[in-house]
């Protein structure tokens, strides 16, 4: 099982980015998948879901209207549209598959917002 996420960066504020987490392994499209975000000194705490399908999503409220989470199953890919990023968004962002009890993350990409 494998789960590689890409695209992370140094972003000015309010600048854009689109973070791509590729799967393999598994039945992608059986999993829900979620990015978490870990920034220094503080614990992991979860930005985004969607599930198998696509067809329901949730964010964290620090996100809404921000972030967009999708996936592509044809392509084992799940994708986290960043925009008007700020500093506090800085850290490091991790891809999480999940069905029942079987769970995987990614190695984590990083993303720095600064000017």
């Known amino acids: 099982v494998h789960l590689v996420e890409s695209g992370g960066g140094l972003v000015q504020p309010g600048g854009s980015l689109r973070l791509s987490c590729a799967a393999s392994g598994f039945t992608f499209s059986s999993y829900a998948m979620s990015w978490y975000r870990q920034a220094p000194g503080k614990e992991r705490e979860l930005v985004a879901g969607i599930s198998g399908a696509g067809g329901s999503t949730n964010y964290a409220d620090s996100v809404k209207g921000r972030f967009t989470i999708s996936r592509d199953n044809a392509k084992n890919t799940v994708y986290l549209q960043m925009n008007t990023l700020i500093a506090e968004d800085t850290a490091v962002y991790y891809c999480?598959?999940?069905?029942?009890?079987?769970?995987?993350w990614g190695q984590g990409t990083q993303v720095t917002v600064s000017s």
């Open positions: 999480y598959a999940r069905r029942f009890n079987y769970i995987h």
